[in-house]
């Protein structure tokens, strides 16, 4: 290490460091005194700040573990002259008397001397920084406060500025970053937050036992984390369809999220601990137990790929809708490997015949615990609603087509991808499939590549092993771009999917439940225009899922060729271009007219075998904050205003996004209670009528609006009709 700047000799720094070492003996996560305390500094001050809360107030909800452990972030002013480094500790006081000690919520060291500061959500380290101990372990993220009553502890945010960089051959523990950091601090600053545990609701009596939620921000609404919906699915239940919950004693405090599936990386996650454990759910209600209700449901299925994410995302929070009388249901089901495997071993044991549909039997057990379970959240299981978002909304789509989920449901909302099955968008998007012979091939060469010859070798393995590589493309899948599906999503397996789009329309085999769909303005390909110079200028390969972008003369041209063959010259005819900035427009142009003119198409085959109500739009607004300008309005940007859960998430919102989301979450709990959005205050959303080429535009205006010229209606219809049906 790097001499200190100390007046003491070098022995009798060490002499100190040690003595100073063993007076405070630490555990993990824990420590007698605070840090900003307990090491000496140069006598500096920094300023420490956070977005999410001011000096002294309450750290908010979502910012702990009762909410959605998202870490709030931190912005200092910069260090002295000489500093190498910032260490980043965040403690929280364990009572009234010092003597109670402390727990250690994020340590992290070797930040660089430029950072200025770390996010809200911080899901990665800046380079060369580590993480040392909190109340996780070793080496854990960021875990939000988790006081365990109803007394308000203070958290410090603490950060220093040292002359050195910290360096270990091992991963250190507190005592040995406490002794690395000592004779090292030039300045050091803290914040601190306040923090109370929820209070508790009365109990509620559900199939496995009694619960116990906690009061939403809004205390008239009551939220329940961390239901068990279905046994752990490790060891033998791995890659089996969910079995039972386990019953228990006592009343369960459902005050925090359950873990992740297990899933590559944090950010889908959000920086959430991962389990196999983790087929779970939570519940916002309004309801009064005592009172009987029978409010209508919404059940909500994540998107991210197939691959992550988690009911606990911050924009999925329900308690705007609860305020509007819904019962809000988020849930976890297996990803990637773990939720989409398939193997002729697989199949054989299944005694079906199937296997790779493990995430969408997950949903179906979450859909069947809420018909015995809602009740007693005031719910009503005569009127489940069920929503999602890309691949969520493919999950609504399959659900939609499977027998099994006849009857757990009556209407589905699918935000983005509800597609012609002739579109080739389908053979990528997160709505794609496999066929089962496809997905077991596909799951042999996977296992053997991890060193599994047997299904026993594959659920011996730790899912840290098996998930590893599993975020990738299916390069045999065709799609006429560069744009690959995720190699892991749900199989046309005969069993929980018995056909496929085609087939299904044709049989007129799908549930009959109302149906809402939609798309948005800059997805499956259309990005905004301020993005263009910057996505020119970025090179990257295809991600699973992830549709190509045309922002240059060639890219477009090349585009244009290869997926449309003998009608490229007719589809540069309707969409033009001479520049770079020409093909962008284009591009753009096109990407949208195919959206909503294949939604469009597809309504007309789902209300062949459907005759319940249709309701399609199309989304136009731009939530606010740094991505603004890159990504407009984004793929999955109207769930922020559908749930209406802006005050969940750490945006700049202004009052214009306030009366959309008012409006949206307005629409959503209509389409919910009623099975039509419509209702007083709102502008009309017209029923989908396959004679009329016109979508509902939600966003930066609602009314109806034209899904294309006709000449490009034209062209698309002869463009898929050429293509073999998904």
Not at 7 to 32: C, E, K, Y
Not at 191 to 209: D, N, S
Not at 342 to 364: C, K, Q, V
Not at 565 to 589: I, T, V
Request: include cysteine.
């Amino acid at each position: 290490m790097t001499p200190p700047r100390s007046a003491l000799s070098l022995v009798a720094l060490m002499l100190a460091g040690a003595a100073f070492a063993q007076a405070m003996p630490t555990s993990i996560g824990h420590d007698r005194q605070l840090l900003i305390a307990a090491i000496p500094s140069a006598g500096a001050r920094l300023q420490v700040t956070s977005p999410s809360f001011a000096a002294g107030a309450d750290i908010p909800i979502a910012n702990t573990q009762y909410g959605t452990n998202r870490f709030p972030g931190l912005g200092w002013s910069a260090g002295p002259a000489g500093t190498r480094s910032y260490a980043v500790i965040v403690q929280g006081e364990l009572g009234q008397d010092p003597a109670a000690g402390t727990s250690i919520h994020l340590f992290v060291y070797n930040l660089p001397a430029t950072t200025a500061g770390l996010p809200s959500g911080m899901a990665t380290l800046p380079a060369g920084a580590a993480y040392g101990p909190n109340v996780h372990g070793l080496a854990a993220p960021y875990a939000g406060p988790h006081t365990h009553d109803t007394a308000r502890h203070a958290y410090h945010a603490q950060v220093f500025a040292l002359d050195t960089v910290l360096r270990f051959d091992a991963a250190p523990d507190l005592d040995a970053l406490k002794q690395a950091m000592y004779g090292h601090v030039l300045a050091a600053g803290d914040l601190v937050g306040y923090a109370t545990k929820p209070a508790a609701t009365a109990p509620v009596r559900i199939e496995t036992g009694f619960v116990s939620g906690v009061a939403g921000r809004d205390p008239a609404v009551t939220v329940y984390k961390g239901i068990p919906y279905a046994a752990p699915p490790v060891g033998p239940l791995r890659w089996r369809p969910p079995a039972a919950a386990s019953t228990w004693q006592g009343v369960r405090n459902a005050d925090s999220f359950g873990p992740a599936c297990p899933q590559p990386g944090r950010e889908m996650a959000q920086g959430m601990p991962q389990s196999e454990d983790c087929l779970s759910l939570n519940v916002w209600t309004g309801a009064k137990p005592d009172l009987a209700e029978k409010r209508p449901v919404y059940v909500w299925i994540y998107g991210g790929g197939f691959i992550g994410g988690t009911g606990a995302s911050p924009e999925f929070d329900g308690e705007a809708l609860a305020r509007k009388g819904i019962v809000v249901v988020t849930f976890n089901y297996r990803v990637g490997v773990l939720g989409f495997l398939a193997t002729p071993e697989l199949s054989r044991e299944s005694g079906h015949n199937a296997s790779g549909d493990y995430g969408l039997m997950d949903d179906i057990a979450a859909l069947k615990w809420v018909q015995q379970n809602i009740a007693a959240f005031g719910g009503d299981p005569a009127r489940v609603t069920i929503g999602g978002q890309s691949a969520g909304a493919g999950s609504v789509g399959f659900m939609a087509m499977s027998p099994l989920a006849k009857g757990l449901f009556r209407a589905g909302i699918a935000e983005s991808h509800a597609r012609d099955p002739r579109d080739t968008e389908l053979r990528y998007l997160s709505v794609s499939y496999r066929t089962l012979a496809n997905a077991e091939q596909s799951g042999t060469r996977y296992a053997e590549a991890h060193g599994a010859h047997s299904l026993a070798d594959l659920r011996a393995m730790p899912w840290e092993q098996l998930i590893q590589g599993s975020d990738t493309i299916d390069a045999d899948v065709e799609t006429g771009s560069t744009g690959k599906p995720p190699l892991f999503r749900p199989v046309v397996d005969g069993w929980v999917v018995p056909q496929g789009y085609a087939a299904t329309y044709a049989a007129h085999a799908q549930n009959k439940v109302t149906f809402v769909a939609g798309n948005n303005k800059d997805e499956t390909g259309a990005v905004p225009e301020t993005a263009f110079d910057a996505l020119r200028a970025r090179k990257a390969p295809p991600r699973g899922g992830m549709p190509p972008v045309s922002v240059t003369l060639a890219d477009y041209l090349a585009y244009a060729h290869r997926k449309f063959g003998p009608l490229a010259g007719d589809f540069l005819r309707l969409y033009p271009a001479r520049d770079d900035q020409e093909a962008a427009l284009q591009n753009d142009a096109a990407a949208r007219d195919n959206s909503r003119i294949s939604t469009w198409l597809w309504g007309r085959l789902w209300s062949k075998g459907d005759d319940k109500p249709v309701y399609t739009y199309f989304w136009t607004h731009a939530p606010p904050g740094p991505g603004h300008d890159m990504r407009g309005a984004f793929h999955g940007s109207e769930i922020y205003y559908a749930f209406n859960s802006l005050d969940a998430v750490d945006r700049p919102w202004t009052q214009e996004d306030r009366r959309i989301a008012d409006l949206m979450s307005s629409y959503w709990a209509n389409i919910v209670t009623n099975g039509n959005p419509n209702g007083p205050g709102l502008p009309d959303w017209p029923l989908y009528d396959p004679r009329k080429d016109r979508v509902m535009e939600l966003g930066n205006h609602f009314g109806p609006i034209p899904i294309a010229s006709a000449e490009k209606i034209s062209f698309w219809e002869r463009f898929l009709s050429t293509q073999r049906a998904w």
